[in-house]
């Protein structure tokens, strides 16, 4: 009949519908376990640190940092340091996973890759105490490089990575009322309670709370670790010898251990009062030892493309991430050369010479 006919097709079309917005949910806006790293921003390192001396002890503070104070020694033909970054995208769909196949500027990772097993907020409390670690790290690096003299002193115990009833980000600043600055003090305060339960007075989002752990016979075992397998770091102050050195570095919102190389550099020139950027903007990325030795990081495919977009003439990386960068820098464009060094001394030395040119790449200075 007639009738039949345009009521099965009417409920055919109904199907083919519901099956497309289901699809259409599926792919753009159900999430899934992916993240996305996007290209940051490039940040001129000027706007995060300020070095200042003094050559007389009744004299005033000399801002050093270009870019503040009224007495800055810089000028845009000095060049400039940058900072690169990668934007993490927490929410992902099937098609932004998708469509990071072909795109250049968008990689998916895994949550749990990215994340290990804890959540966002853990993972940003994780970056924000490896970024102040790196901080300390990369001022010690300049000052070794620079013949400055100094001391370190603990300056905090952080946890890395939560367990238990610690969460990444925490301070422990006591052990049953006695307070604790480094990682010396700590093991020291609970091998004296090995077999016991100790009281930790711990640090959390501005406010202090007790944290109560059951120690083992061998109080604490192995630092930096903790019972139940929270992971513990140290950070140093940094203290020159001549009082008439201060630097600070404000990090402002960006975390994770990858600014140290171009902290370093930047702190470096200033003290040192060596230009090396010889009037170009130089983009750097790498972790930082107190040796100055320079590790790798991730998302460095990203952060060439940030550096290109900034307008960087040379994209400074540690030297087991230079192939990927320069692949994406050839990608993206714009005649950026890019060099791979495995040490602050290297990449000094690099810029103090002529072998860096236009559109080159170099691995490990060479």
Same mark, same amino acid.
């Given at each position: 009949?007639?009738?039949?006919? =345009?009521? !099965?097709? &009417? ?6 519908? #519901?099956?497309? *917005?289901?699809? $259409?949910?599926? %792919?753009? +806006? ?114 070794? =490089?620079? !013949?400055? &003299? ?6 905090? #115990?952080?946890? *890395?990575?939560? $367990?238990?009833? %610690?969460? +990444? ?114 983009? =750097?990325? !790498? ?19 940030? +550096? ?59």
């Amino acid at each position: 009949m007639p009738g039949s006919d =345009a009521s !099965g097709l &009417r409920k055919t079309a109904l199907r083919w519908a #519901v099956a497309a *917005t289901a699809a $259409a949910l599926l %792919l753009f +806006a159900v999430p899934v376990p992916y993240v996305l790293y996007e290209p940051g921003k490039a940040v001129p390192v000027e706007v995060l640190v300020t070095v200042e001396k003094t050559n007389r002890p009744d004299a005033p503070l000399e801002t050093v940092q270009p870019g503040r104070g009224a007495s800055s020694q810089h000028s845009d033909d000095d060049g400039e340091w940058l900072l690169t970054t990668v934007y993490l995208r927490a929410r992902a769909t099937l098609w932004t996973v998708v469509e990071s196949a072909w795109r250049a500027d968008r990689e998916a990772h895994a949550k749990r890759a990215v994340f290990g097993g804890s959540g966002e907020e853990e993972y940003k409390a994780r970056m924000d105490v490896l970024m102040a670690e790196s901080q300390g790290k990369a001022v010690e690096a300049a000052f070794r =490089a620079a !013949g400055v &003299r100094y001391e370190t002193v603990p300056d905090g #115990v952080f946890v *890395t990575r939560g $367990a238990g009833r %610690l969460k +990444a980000g925490d301070r422990i600043a006591a052990v049953d009322g006695a307070g604790v600055s480094g990682l010396a003090e700590l093991a020291e305060a609970l091998r004296g309670r090995a077999g016991r339960e100790a009281e930790l007075a711990v640090l959390r989002g501005g406010r202090e709370i007790a944290v109560r752990l059951a120690m083992d016979k061998a109080g604490a075992g192995d630092l930096p670790g903790m019972p139940g397998g929270a992971e513990l770091t140290e950070i140093l102050a940094v203290r020159p010898a001549d009082p008439a050195l201060r630097v600070t570095i404000d990090a402002g919102g960006f975390a994770g251990p990858s600014a140290g190389l171009a902290l370093a550099l930047h702190i470096y020139e200033r003290i040192a009062g060596e230009p090396l950027t010889g009037g170009r903007r130089i983009a =750097a990325t !790498g972790t930082i030892e107190p040796s100055g030795a320079v590790g790798a990081v991730g998302g460095v495919r990203m952060k060439a493309i940030a +550096a290109s977009r900034a307008g960087a003439d040379l994209f400074l990386v540690p030297v087991e991430n230079a192939a990927e960068a320069a692949a994406a820098a050839d990608a993206a464009g714009g005649g950026m050369a890019v060099a791979g060094v495995k040490s602050l001394e290297e990449a000094v030395g690099l810029l103090r010479s002529t072998r860096v040119q236009e559109g080159r790449t170099m691995i490990g200075g060479s």
